[in-house]
């Protein structure tokens, strides 16, 4: 029962390079989330979906893409890494209103 | 737009004393409410939900919370602080009406005192 699986758990980057963060969730969620967590700011939504091939911009989406091609993933793109998207990154997933998101581990990314 | 303040990053209670963290919201529509707690190097994990019905809510651990509308708040408590509950604490809220996004708070971070 692995619920929400994150890859890879650490990353670190040079400013400029690119990478995608993999969300998986084996629940047959239809709503899924990326957040952006940093110290004494909580969590903050980056994008988000509701159901496969369908994406939306959240609280702080510049500089991130994503793609939702099947239901049961979730990819975070970074272009272009600058420093300031050093931070933990969680994925979320959840049937869909009023019910609960189940997060993954997170994802630590430093960008030198 | 919703939106949810949290008082106090950082709340320190001795062992055996009553938890209190405060979350107030805003909405325009009836909120469901949720409260979430991070243990370091872990994900979030839920404690309670309020969605309909009844105001008080039981979650795990011992915590509840009591969501009233005249003062938007759904303030989480425990009767006595465990040591084990020290962690990081977040308030959310959602709605039908939200584009289905979950908006988080700043946090609280719960220190035990022995």
């Known amino acids: 029962n692995a619920g929400v699986t994150q890859t890879p758990k650490f990353r670190v980057l040079k400013t400029g390079q690119s990478m995608t963060l993999l969300c998986a969730q084996d629940?047959?969620?239809?709503?899924m989330y990326w957040y952006r967590q940093d110290p004494g700011m909580g969590l903050r939504l980056i994008h988000y979906?509701?159901?496969?091939?369908?994406?939306a911009k959240g609280e702080v989406p510049d500089g991130y893409n994503v793609s939702r091609l099947k239901k049961q993933n979730f990819l975070l793109g970074l272009e272009s890494a600058a420093p300031s998207q050093t931070s933990v990154y969680f994925c979320?997933?959840?049937?869909?209103?009023?019910?609960?998101?189940?997060f993954g581990q997170g994802t630590r990314l430093t960008v030198v | 737009a919703q939106s949810v303040t949290q008082l106090g990053s950082h709340v320190s209670v001795s062992e055996g004393a009553l938890v209190l963290l405060r979350c107030n919201y805003s909405s325009s529509v009836p909120p469901y409410l949720f409260w979430y707690v991070q243990y370091p190097n872990q994900g979030l994990q839920l404690l309670l939900k309020?969605?309909?019905?009844?105001?008080l809510v039981k979650g795990i651990n011992g915590f509840e919370a009591e969501f009233k509308k005249s003062e938007t708040s759904f303030h989480l408590t425990k009767p006595s602080a465990h040591m084990s509950d020290a962690a990081e604490y977040f308030c959310?809220?959602?709605?039908?009406?939200?584009?289905?996004?979950?908006?988080f708070g700043s946090g609280t971070r719960l220190s035990i005192r022995p």
């Open positions: 979906s509701v159901g496969e091939g369908t994406t």
């Open positions: 309020y969605t309909t019905g009844a105001t």
């Open positions: 959310a809220v959602s709605s039908y009406s939200s584009a289905s996004k979950i908006i």
């Open positions: 979320a997933s959840r049937t869909g209103p009023p019910a609960e998101a189940f």
């Open positions: 629940m047959n969620h239809e709503y």
